[in-house]
């Protein structure tokens, strides 16, 4: 009989997926409430959204006990910042904050998959999506999480951005009103809980303009 051992591991993936989508004067940032483990769900109803700034809200999947060790760290060093600066960080200066902090552990990460959505200091919308260990990219449009493979090919499909490569830069936000970006968004998690037994229960998306932010839900299926 072969020698059985049990491997413990720091790390869990509690599934669950996340969207983010920018428009010319708004952010679009979804996300399913399943949190699971294995074939088992612990919640359906575990909000994976989190306000970092008034203009600055994060959405991570992968393993929760670090996402929410790391939005502590980063809700520290942001009272931190206004005590120094007597301002609120703008959605930049979290984004290059986020990979920092995550750089910084990259021999024993947190392991946490973000989009980060909001808008910049002229009010336009703007996204950068993550790694675990910082590396970050500013993108029109971004999916992390479990059914990120399968939303990724329909947002490309439906919004896909110019190359970066093209000169002069092309500016990366979506072209779409702000309703029609939140039903896409309605749609394509819709179409991933179909597939994706770790993305369902329900959807909360949150939306960021001029006005300030703004939250719904919508029922995904519960099987």
């Known amino acids: 009989m072969p020698k059985q051992q049990a491997n413990w591991s ?42 970092l700034a008034d203009k600055c809200v994060m959405a991570s999947s992968g393993f929760q006990a670090d996402v929410k060790a790391l939005q502590k760290h980063l809700a520290a060093r942001h009272l931190i910042y206004q005590h120094q600066h007597n301002k609120q ?62 939303i990724m090919p329909f947002l490309d499909n439906q919004l896909k951005s110019p190359s970066p490569l093209l000169l002069p830069v092309q500016d990366a936000v979506t072209p779409l009103a702000e309703a029609e970006a939140v039903d896409l968004v309605k749609t394509v998690f819709a179409s991933a809980s179909e597939r994706d037994i770790y993305t369902g229960d329900k959807l909360e998306i949150v939306v960021i303009n001029a006005d300030g932010i703004g939250r719904e839900y919508m029922d995904l299926r519960k099987d």
């Open 10 to 51: 720091p790390y869990d993936n509690n599934g669950g997926s996340c969207v983010a989508v920018a428009g010319a004067d708004y952010c679009v940032i979804a996300a399913d409430t399943r949190m699971s483990t294995g074939y088992n769900i612990l919640t359906r109803d575990y909000s994976k959204i989190c306000k």
């Open 89 to 150: 960080m703008s959605c930049p200066a979290m984004a290059q904050l986020l990979s920092n902090t995550l750089y910084y552990k990259r021999f024993f990460p947190y392991y946490s998959f973000n989009v980060l959505g909001g808008l910049d200091n002229e009010g336009k919308g703007c996204v950068f999506t993550y790694d675990a260990v910082g590396s970050y990219e500013k993108v029109g449009y971004s999916s992390q999480g479990s059914g990120s493979t399968l």
